[in-house]
């Protein structure tokens, strides 16, 4: 009984948070989307290809900003969060960390802005694009960090919030700078909605611990042990999301990007309810002991699955109508990258959504390390033999068999430690997803 009443209180501290997740980035989803429609029929298909390769260099310097640190803070603040002036320490030495740590890798960024450019994009003509973007260099960590922490402590309207007025923002500045001054009002709208959002999460997150106490290296310590393997995965992520652009850059057109970033427009939409549900799951994993996890494991992926399979069906059998009703004709290409980009949501069954937040709920962050090198050594090498060939259709699928891979290894990973997922659910589920 003891052990349904944990399960229970953290299903439904998890479907509390999901639900204010989901509510909260839905408007910003909602305020984003109109956003970028506006933006793709301002620019065209070039243009927005052009502001969309941007932020490439941004993203690689973001590796060296906040060291898994935000990942850490939301477990102690999940853990902490009946005695929140406990964490205040904590806080306080996270905050200076990552703010010291962006600083420093911003201005080496604005130094060697002129060489990044060259190497990451060979498009030397947009080095003035890639220098307007380098404040985000420290926004995003810090709107990461509170936003992370104030998850970890329960605070639903607070993460519901962020999104939203990052996403409003940049909403609203990106296509009205668009249309006097081109991709740089659009990426300085951008960077406007992360500024935005940090210094309101920051504010907020001050509040809730009572004030950024003074952290040490003896705070810090414990945050870089558990969030640096963490840190290492997500990082290897984010360079090969740095290697993917580049790899579009050499061999796609401004257009064929462009149109790749208008189907990823609604693929963001569809991550919206994996996302949330992901995002809410850590706290309630962390909270669990192992054999509670593995159970709560296999109800999400199955219960997951449910809400991604029909959505990625749908938008494969609806590609062209979707694109074509939003962006219009000029996008032509884009339609079938929408339907490549579904197809991983119809084995949303074998645990995609909740894998990465169980491995990181119960400590075994160096298994998200490892899902993401399987990943890796899957994707760079089929991508450097189609895209040359297939272009940007050649990298989604690429992309799609190593996403397979990795969750296949996940998924073996978490059996050797009792935990699995009902893979005749995640099949007929998906057979379901199809038929409809």
């Known amino acids: 009984m003891a052990q349904r009443s944990v399960l229970a209180d953290a299903a439904a501290d998890s479907a509390v948070g999901a639900v204010s997740l989901f509510g909260g980035q839905a408007l910003a989803s909602l305020v984003a989307g109109l956003s970028s429609i506006a933006l793709a029929r301002v620019l065209g298909p070039g243009g927005y290809g052009r502001y969309s390769l941007s932020m490439t260099v941004a993203g690689f310097l973001a590796l060296a900003t906040d060291f898994g640190v935000s990942a850490a803070l939301a477990r102690e603040a999940s853990r902490l969060s009946g005695e929140r002036r406990a964490l205040a320490p904590l806080a306080g030495a996270a905050l200076r960390f990552a703010l010291l740590a962006s600083l420093c890798t911003a201005s080496l960024g604005l130094l060697l802005s002129g060489a990044l450019t060259a190497a990451l994009l060979r498009r030397p003509d947009m080095l003035g694009l890639v220098v307007v973007t380098l404040p985000l260099v420290v926004f995003s960590p810090l709107f990461n960090l509170s936003f992370s922490a104030l998850l970890g402590l329960g605070d639903a309207k607070a993460v519901a919030a962020l999104p939203l007025v990052r996403d409003t923002v940049r909403g609203l500045l990106s296509p009205l700078l668009a249309l006097p001054f081109g991709c740089e009002g659009a990426v300085a709208g951008f960077v406007a909605g992360y500024g935005a959002a940090a210094v309101l999460g920051l504010s907020l997150l001050r509040v809730r611990v009572g004030g950024f106490a003074r952290g040490g290296w003896r705070e810090l310590r414990p945050l870089l042990a558990y969030g640096l393997p963490l ?21 796609a057109t401004d257009e064929e990007v462009g149109n790749l970033k208008a189907a990823a427009n609604f693929a963001v939409l569809m991550q919206l309810a994996s996302s949330s549900i992901a995002a809410s799951l850590f706290p309630a994993f962390s909270k669990l002991g192992r054999e509670e996890a593995a159970r709560a494991l296999r109800y999400a992926a199955a219960y997951s699955s449910l809400v991604m399979a029909p959505v990625g069906a ?3 059998a609806e590609a062209e109508a979707l694109v074509g009703a939003v962006y219009g004709r000029e996008y032509r290409l884009a339609p079938s990258f929408l339907a490549l980009q579904a197809v991983s949501y119809l084995w949303s069954g074998l645990g995609t959504v909740a894998l990465g937040s169980f491995f990181q709920g119960i400590g075994e962050t160096r298994v998200n390390f490892r899902a993401s090198l399987t990943y890796a050594a899957t994707f760079v090498p089929l991508s450097l033999a189609l895209a040359p060939l297939a272009r940007a259709h050649g990298v989604l699928v690429s992309a799609l068999a190593a996403s397979l891979a990795s969750v296949l290894y996940s998924l073996r990973e978490a059996a050797k430690r009792g935990a699995g997922v009902d893979l005749g659910a995640a099949a007929r589920v998906c057979a379901a997803a199809l038929l409809a």
């Open 231 to 251: 840190h290492l995965s997500s990082a290897l992520g984010t360079a090969l999301g740095v290697y993917q652009n580049s790899l579009l850059a050499w061999v």
């Open 314 to 316: 749908y938008a494969i």
